[in-house]
Nanobody
Framework: VQLQASGGGLVQAGGSLRLSCGASGNILALNAMTWYRQAPGKERELVAGMGSGGRTNYAEFVKGRFTVSRDKAENTEYLRMQMNSLEPEDTAVYYC??????????????WGQGTQVTVSS
């Protein structure tokens, strides 16, 4: 399973960014795709995610500001996250996590490499 995250960057407070995570490789099925984030000195926390059926879940601190969606292109499934009204507190490395079934016939969690989001005040 390969996960490729992109879209991070530097933005001013109040600005927007759109993160993308592409999942590809030997994947038989994908269940939940989720964004987590980790700020310096803090634990990794769930931000937002979407199940295979389209059900979403959001952390309280991003409700109304972030929106997740999923789409497919060729052999890759994407999790997108539109982030609006960004705040300095949103500064963190954002990680993509997927729960996938592989030819091993096991469901496992896989992590992407992370993309840095920095929001200046």
């Amino acid at each position: 399973v390969q996960l490729q995250a992109s879209g991070g960057g530097l933005v001013q407070a109040g600005g927007s960014l759109r993160l993308s995570c592409g999942a590809s490789g030997n994947i038989l099925a994908l269940n939940a795709m989720t964004w987590y984030r980790q700020a310096p000195g803090k634990e990794r926390e769930l931000v937002a995610g979407m199940g295979s059926g389209g059900r979403t879940n959001y952390a309280e601190f991003v409700k109304g500001r972030f929106t997740v969606s999923r789409d497919k292109a060729e052999n890759t499934e994407y999790l997108r996250m539109q982030m609006n009204s960004l705040e300095p507190e949103d500064t963190a490395v954002y990680y993509c996590n997927v729960f996938a079934l592989t030819p091993t016939r096991r469901w496992d969690h896989y992590w992407g490499q992370g993309t840095q989001v920095t929001v200046s005040s």
